[in-house]
């Protein structure tokens, strides 16, 4: 792809005009998110003797790896102006392709390969629909959301596929050394990966730049719809590796597999301080948010807080987290403004 | 600076909490109490708040038990694998679980039998190798001999009785019904004569449909044998309607919340189901004694469990309870609150 002089400066432009405008409050954020982490940990040491114990937090990380892994593309996408609903319906899709690779006798990479494809299948038709058929993107995820679930359903109504082979356990449920997961090695690598991508390479820059302005975006020379599309795709793709972890952790595959998942997934995003809006968000974030939902919600657990409360909860520090840095910008303004 | 000052003194005031809870536990680990993780399929479902009524009974007549009651929001298994994963990073004793997903759940719970804890299912089972026991609310031929032995009563121990089933394919109602016929065989019930079969496929319009059609095809019928939930209740709106309160009865399986009108009314005499409020008494009882005699219990063996009597693992693993609960009159209202 040969760059002109001209798109090059528009894209520093738009890159810096967004860095510089939002660079302090981004950072701040982090901070926020990382103090609320601290405190929850804390916390959690001081209302429950079992907590600091290694076994409990490497299950722990189990609470949110799966989702995290989801939440790091979702991140990208939402920053491009984008959602996509239908990740969990990926899923599930894509745990009953592996289901059935396993039933056929395949071994242990044709499974896996296939769960991932099967996620990039799902995820590309979703690109499609939002750049070739010009579908907003919320009202093409919602109806692959159901579409997907429901080829799950037709396919296994109330039948369980679980033949697959006892390695296959490792990705869900193996080490990757002493009690670290594997999952939660890859979700690190993963997310070290993506924030490289958004925050040090043109392809970062020209994700928010589509997300800060699609229109400028596209003035300035940057292929908007190839972007929209293949976001799609990875978004797909990385909910198809998350259906492997999951698939491997339950050892079966049923369709209800990750029910509501997708707005567990969004919620990391939000609460990691991705801009609903587009065009602002930061990877660091995101990665302590997952951590924030995992140490909120198994917090809970171990003191026996009835889910119900627990949702009230995920659901106050999401308003709370997202209200507060409003609350102080206008505070600012206001005292500025006297 | 001086936020950084409050800081610090939280974290030391918090390490100082910390210690001391931790010394509390080692003070109480000389005669510490056996922690039940009791986990239902979702929360804010009235047969398992029952059940675990039941459980905490047990709990007290057994002491030294702390029952912890918990399940997800709603009924997955993802859910209920991080309920498993709190209860066992709190090191309980054991967990008697009723599973959203057979298979699901069963890494999990074996990883809890790998860190000591003992696992038994109650109500919906699990896997056979991620459990000890599971305890089943009743057996099939408990069920069909208590729809008789309802019948039975209701119409005075002789008459001519009609069965409302399910759809034709439905396993258990078929399984049930063929426990009957069986029974109907036999010299205890020589008195009853099953004219006819009838399948409302569980839907509440098309049982009282069939209910109106065997009523006029049979005005003899004395007694309707509905072993579904829906046909029973859709079964005794027929009968009212139909002005036949009285003379003909209707029983079988069905929710106490949802037969309470009839039982007052009349069409129905009594009707059976699980009792939830026991299956939870018998699970604590079993469970408690899994882990202070882990010996007693297990496939092949009869375990003692309190009031309930005495409950019989096959090799497998498998026990049943006890007969359905019978209710009528005198229980329905209390009952009819819970589930």
């Not at chain 2, 002005?243 to 029983?251: E, R």
């Amino acid at each position: 792809m040969s760059l002109s002089i001209e798109q090059l400066a528009a894209d520093v432009r738009a890159d810096r005009e967004v860095h510089s405008a939002r660079k302090r409050p981004f950072m701040r954020w982090e901070w926020l998110l990382l103090l609320v982490v601290l405190a929850t940990f804390g916390l959690n040491s001081w209302a429950s003797p079992y907590f600091l114990d290694p076994y409990t937090l490497s299950d722990l990380t189990y609470n949110f790896t799966e989702k995290a892994i989801v939440a790091l593309p979702m991140a990208l996408l939402i920053i491009a102006r984008e959602i996509d609903i239908s990740v969990a319906g990926i899923m599930a899709l894509a745990s009953v392709a592996m289901g059935m690779t396993a039933a056929a006798g395949y071994g242990l990479p044709a499974i896996v390969a296939m769960g991932v494809l099967a996620g990039l299948l799902c995820g590309a038709l979703n690109g499609a629909l939002v750049t070739l058929f010009k579908v907003p993107a919320i009202v093409a995820t919602i109806g692959t959301m159901s579409l997907y679930r429901g080829i799950a359903y037709a396919v296994l109504g109330d039948k369980v596929l679980k033949a697959y082979p006892p390695d296959f356990a490792y990705f869900g449920q193996g080490y990757a050394f002493s009690l670290v997961s594997f999952e939660l090695v890859l979700f690190l690598a993963l997310a070290l990966v993506s924030g490289i991508v958004l925050h040090f390479t043109v392809v970062g820059r020209r994700i928010v730049a589509i997300g800060s302005n699609p229109t400028a975006a596209l003035f300035s020379g940057i292929r908007v719809e190839r972007y929209r599309f293949w976001l799609f795709t990875l978004t797909g793709g990385a909910a198809g590796l998350a259906s492997v972890l999951l698939t491997s952790r339950l050892g079966s595959t049923r369709p209800s597999i990750a029910v509501g998942w997708e707005l567990d997934i969004i919620t990391i995003t939000i609460l990691g301080g991705v801009s609903i809006l587009g065009g602002k968000g930061s990877i660091v974030g995101v990665v302590l948010a997952a951590l924030l939902m995992g140490l909120v919600t198994f917090g809970l657990g171990l003191l026996n807080v009835p889910g119900i409360v627990m949702s009230i909860v995920v659901g106050g520090l999401l308003i709370g987290v997202i209200a507060l840095p409003i609350l102080f910008r206008q505070m600012r303004a206001a005292r500025r403004g006297t | 600076m001086q936020r950084r000052r409050l800081m610090a003194g939280a974290a030391a005031l918090l390490t100082m909490a910390g210690t001391t809870l931790a010394g509390a536990n080692l003070a109480m680990a000389a005669d510490k109490p056996v922690k039940l993780g009791l986990v239902a399929k979702s929360l804010g479902n009235g047969f398992f708040d029952a059940a675990n009524k039941g459980a905490n009974e047990a709990a007290k007549e057994l002491g030294g038990v702390e029952i912890i009651y918990t399940g997800p929001t709603t009924t997955t298994a993802e859910g209920q694998i991080e309920v498993l994963n709190a209860l066992i990073a709190q090191r309980v004793d054991a967990i008697a679980i009723s599973a959203n997903d057979p298979d699901a759940v069963a890494p999990t719970l074996k990883k809890a039998q790998a860190r000591g804890i003992k696992v038994m299912s109650f109500d919906s089972g699990v896997a056979e190798d991620a459990r000890t026991v599971h305890l089943a609310p009743s057996s099939d031929a408990l069920i069909g001999e208590a729809c008789l032995n309802l019948i039975s009563d209701a119409i005075g121990g002789s008459g001519k009785i009609a069965i409302l089933s399910a759809t034709p394919t439905s396993t258990n109602q078929n399984v049930w019904i063929g426990v009957m016929k069986k029974d109907l065989a036999e010299d205890r019930f020589k008195g009853l004569d099953l004219v006819t079969i009838a399948y409302g496929d569980d839907l509440a319009d098309k049982s009282y449909r069939e209910t109106q059609a065997l009523l006029k095809q049979h005005p003899d019928i004395q007694g309707i044998i509905s072993p579904t939930t829906i046909g029973i209740v859709a079964g005794a709106k027929a009968i009212e309607d139909q002005g036949l309160s009285g003379k003909v009865w209707i029983t079988g399986l069905g929710l106490p919340s949802e037969l309470e009108g009839h039982v007052k009314s009349g069409t129905v005499k009594s009707f059976a189901i699980w009792n939830p409020i026991d299956l939870g008494y018998s699970t604590a009882q079993i469970a408690v004694q899994m882990v202070r005699t882990p010996d007693a219990v297990g496939p092949g063996k009869t375990v003692k469990v309190g009031r309930v009597g005495e409950i019989a693992f096959d090799d497998k693993g498998l026990g049943a309870m006890a007969k359905p609960f019978t209710y009528d009159k005198s229980n329905v209202e209390e009952f009819a609150k819970i589930f």
